[in-house]
């Protein structure tokens, strides 16, 4: 049980254009859901914690108009990478949080690459 | 603020050996902390978390206020026990990863 998934695992866009990123939890309701961007060889940054049916937090320094977070739904989320451009390419990974506090399972990631 | 500091980022050794990741945080209220694993090309999975009180996988960590650390042990390395770990702390709703420490067992 508790799995998370992530589509797509992969995307090259070009630079200007927008991508969107679905996470999805499969046999549980998550009531909030995390997004977290990977550098090569580094850890793990909060981007945006999500709640089902209210506006995401952004960490700071994270752009909220460029990354878009929509939560509609118990079982999905979405971040929307708007224009975006060659150092937004990134490994994003989504987590969906349960009722156990602090308890979050990941996804497995989604490779973005801009041209 | 809250921080995690991993000092190693890599650490190899031999089967059998003891293994002892470090794992040190910064937090001005009551912290909640957790050791996650990532295996080669899996997702990031949690190993354990300091509330259990558990061994998973014949690893422990002991929560250790007074040096603020959360150090991860095994007696016995294993080759399977090659891995990404990182150290991750809960705090203000949120959970704060370090750099994380890639451990390589060798045979």
């Known amino acids: 049980g508790a799995v998370v998934s992530q589509h797509p695992s992969r995307v090259i866009c070009k630079s200007g254009t927008s991508v969107k990123i679905e996470c999805r939890s499969l046999?549980?309701?998550?009531?909030?859901m995390f997004w977290y961007r990977q550098f090569p060889k580094q850890s793990l940054m909060l981007m945006a914690t999500?709640?089902?049916?209210?506006?995401?937090?952004?960490e700071q320094g994270v752009e909220k108009d460029k990354f878009l977070i929509n939560h509609a739904s118990l079982t999905l989320s979405t971040l929307t990478v708007t224009s975006a451009h060659p150092e937004d390419s990134s490994f994003y990974i989504c987590s969906a949080g349960t009722s156990v506090r602090y308890e979050q399972y990941f996804g497995p990631g989604t490779r973005l690459t801009v041209t | 603020a809250q921080r995690v500091t991993q000092p190693e980022k890599l650490l190899s050794v031999f089967k059998g050996a003891p293994v002892e990741l470090k794992c040190n945080y910064s937090y001005s209220g009551s912290p909640e902390l957790f050791w996650y694993v990532q295996y080669s090309r899996q997702r990031l999975q949690l190993l354990l978390r300091h509330i259990s009180r558990e061994s998973i996988k014949g690893f422990t960590a002991d929560l250790n206020k007074g040096e603020t650390s959360f150090h991860l042990k095994k007696p016995f390395a294993q080759e399977e026990d090659s891995a990404m770990y990182y150290c991750a702390l809960g705090g203000y709703e949120k959970l704060t990863f370090g750099t994380g420490t890639r451990l390589t067992i060798i045979p």
């Open positions: 046999d549980f309701q998550a009531t909030t």
């Open positions: 999500s709640n089902e049916g209210s506006k995401a937090t952004y």
